[in-house]
Nanobody, 111 residues
């Protein structure tokens, strides 16, 4: 059974940084695209960033230039470096690979 576990969330002030991690229990990262999604209160879940098996990345317009997605297949871990955080980045952040989802990690940005 594959499990995805996110970590690194927390409460920060606007302008600060956080790094999220997503660790998988099984070797599913290699060869698969991976994504970070987020869901703010009262809003739909949205794609934040994705990275394919070749390392190509994509970002939501709202986070371009501030967030960086990366992966370490050897460690079965994906990361999301979040800089210059804004209050509107407040959400639960989820890791997604194939049809697997993590339970999420809460990021709260105060103004």
């Amino acid at each position: 059974q594959v499990q995805l576990v996110e970590s690194g969330g927390g409460l920060v002030q606007a302008g600060e940084s956080l790094r999220l991690s997503c660790a998988a229990s099984g070797n599913i990262f290699s060869g698969n695209a991976m994504d970070w999604y987020r869901q703010a209160p009262g809003k739909q879940r949205e794609l934040v960033a994705g990275i394919n098996s070749g390392g190509s990345t994509k970002y939501a317009d709202s986070v371009k230039g501030r967030f960086t997605i990366s992966r370490d297949n050897a460690k079965n871990t994906m990361y999301l470096q979040m800089n210059s955080l804004k209050p509107e980045d407040t959400a639960v952040y989820y890791c997604h690979v194939m049809f697997y989802w993590g339970k999420g990690t809460l990021v709260t940005v105060s103004s």
